[in-house]
């Protein structure tokens, strides 16, 4: 299992709804424990969401929903 195959897991299993990115990160950062977004060259979680996947991702107050791409 892979980072990137997690978050596309997560966000599939969300549906329709979405989830949170802080949710994603939370669980990312508990299943692998040395998983950095800026080891592989992203300053922000919701760049390196952008650079995985067809991922739609929407401002929810301060934090992002994120849902599959349709």
Known sequence: DTP???I???VAEAGADGIML???TDRLR???KDFKVRDLGFAQ???YMASI???DL???G???RVRLSA
């Open 62 to 64: 301060r934090n992002f």
């Open 8 to 10: 596309h897991q997560m």
């Open 22 to 24: 802080s949710t994603i």
């Open 45 to 47: 979680m919701r760049q």
């Open 53 to 55: 996947g067809d991922y």
């Open 4 to 6: 990137a195959g997690y």
């Open 58 to 60: 929407e401002k929810s």
């Open 30 to 32: 508990a299943k692998f």
